[in-house]
């Protein structure tokens, strides 16, 4: 009977892990609370993980987030420890390792909504993405070779 038990509790447990499937870039309260406030069709970057300490937002692209113009500026390059995105099904967030869209890319769907920690997070090309942003652009899903998720 005990067998009969444990065996029942254990395969309930796995249902609902298949039911609700935790991700990297699914698995934040904090982030989850950032994004039901987040603006529709913008893109939000943090200094810290689980989308704290917001630095900046864009509805648009941005080729340089070291230089002075656009949604991010300065210090907001090589700055992202947690990304979040709320924009429309279909398209994804294209970041780059380098301005003027260059280097190694990774991409955020709008499924995927946020990443609570780029840590452990590779470019296109094998750099870690952790605090190495420095331009995105929107772009249709079907262009990205690499996501967070």
Request: include cysteine; aromatic fraction near 10%; hydrophobic fraction near 35%.
């Amino acid at each position: 009977m005990r067998k009969t038990l444990a065996t029942a509790a254990i395969l309930s447990l796995a249902a609902l892990g298949a039911l609700v499937p935790t991700t990297g870039a699914q698995a934040s309260t904090a982030c989850d609370t950032a994004w039901r406030n987040a603006s529709s069709g913008y893109l939000y970057a943090y200094d810290l993980t689980n989308c704290s300490g917001l630095f900046g937002r864009s509805a648009s692209n941005d080729s340089n987030w070291g230089d002075n113009s656009g949604p991010f500026q300065r210090n907001n390059d090589n700055a992202a420890t947690s990304v979040l995105f709320k924009g429309t099904t279909g398209l994804a967030v294209k970041f780059y390792e380098g301005p003027g869209y260059s280097g190694g890319h990774l991409c955020l769907e709008a499924s995927e909504a946020y990443a609570d920690s780029l840590a452990g997070t590779t470019f296109s090309n094998g750099t870690p993405a952790n605090d190495n942003i420095s331009s995105h652009r929107w772009v249709p899903s079907t262009e990205c070779g690499a996501f967070l998720d």
